[in-house]
């Protein structure tokens, strides 16, 4: 088995450690190996999605994200985006919930955008359906 190292924020890694604990993983590791499983195969989804598509991006980002940044995705992608949910969930974070309708090829290329932003510290995609 491969040995690689990473570097991670304090805050994410007390996360993992309480995640460690509530969720039963054996060490740092194993939760790794797991985040890196869901990671590749929600990628590899999305890499097959042909057609026109229906989804959900479900994201949580830090509230002191310079003004624009996130909205400025939102207006670059606004052909495809049918509506979105803003809600603070506390004084450091916000979540959005993104209602995309369009082609597969778009919601790929907003799903890079938003991975590419490191404000953005959670990201779900759901995909509701494909024609």
């Known amino acids: 088995m491969a040995i690689i190292s990473v570097s991670v924020p304090e805050k994410l890694l007390e996360q993992v450690e309480v995640s460690i604990k509530n969720q039963g993983f ?9 985040s890196l499983r869901s990671f ?7 890499k097959e999605l042909e057609g026109e598509v229906a989804a959900s991006i ?3 980002y830090e509230r002191e994200t310079p003004k624009g940044q996130v ?5 670059s992608f606004g052909d ?3 509506t979105f ?7 450091n974070y916000c979540l959005e ?5 369009g082609a597969a090829q778009a919601l790929r290329k907003l799903v ?6 490191e404000q953005i510290t959670q990201i779900k995609v759901s995909v509701m359906r494909t024609h």
């Open 26 to 34: 054996a060490n740092r590791s194993e939760i790794i190996r797991q």
């Open 71 to 75: 909205s400025e995705i939102h207006h």
């Open 40 to 46: 590749l195969t929600e990628t590899r989804s999305l």
């Open 112 to 117: 890079d955008a938003l991975r590419s932003n």
């Open 85 to 91: 949910l803003h809600a603070h969930i506390d004084e």
């Open 80 to 82: 495809i985006i049918s």
């Open 58 to 60: 479900t994201i949580i």
């Open 97 to 101: 919930v993104i209602v995309v309708k």
